[in-house]
């Protein structure tokens, strides 16, 4: 069955940095665009960024984390990448890793990983 497993969330100072997995199975990963969403303390789920499938590994972003996050892929080892610098407290949150585009659905989350950025 499909599985997503997100690591690597935590707590971490304004400016510093952290980098999120995604360890995915029971599908062909490669094959997959895929997806970051967060949710903040009561608000509502946020699109963060996205990487298209093997055929191009195209990167989108929402405008708030351009420049500070890079999400990345590596297809050999199914694995989903979010590297996260220059944190700030507005970007704490819950992290999903999902399958799918915008316009297919997304169809598989993961549990989620919470980020925590405070002093």
């Known amino acids: 069955q499909v599985q997503l497993v997100e690591s690597g969330g935590g707590w971490v100072q304004p400016g510093g940095s952290l980098r999120l997995s995604c360890a995915a199975s029971?599908?062909?990963?490669?094959?997959?665009?895929m997806n970051w969403v967060r949710q903040a303390p009561e608000k509502g789920l946020e699109w963060v960024g996205s990487?298209?499938?093997?055929?191009?590994?195209?990167?989108y972003y929402i405008d708030s984390v351009k420049g500070r996050f890079t999400t990345s892929r590596d297809d050999a080892k199914s694995t989903l990448y979010l590297q996260m610098n220059s944190l700030k407290p507005e970007d704490t949150a819950v992290y999903y890793c999902?399958?799918?585009?915008?316009?297919?659905?997304?169809?598989?989350w993961g549990q989620g990983t919470q980020v925590t950025v405070s002093s």
């Open positions: 029971g599908f062909t990963f490669s094959s997959y665009d």
């Open positions: 990487i298209t499938n093997s055929g191009g590994h195209s990167t």
């Open positions: 999902v399958r799918g585009t915008a316009a297919a659905g997304y169809d598989y």
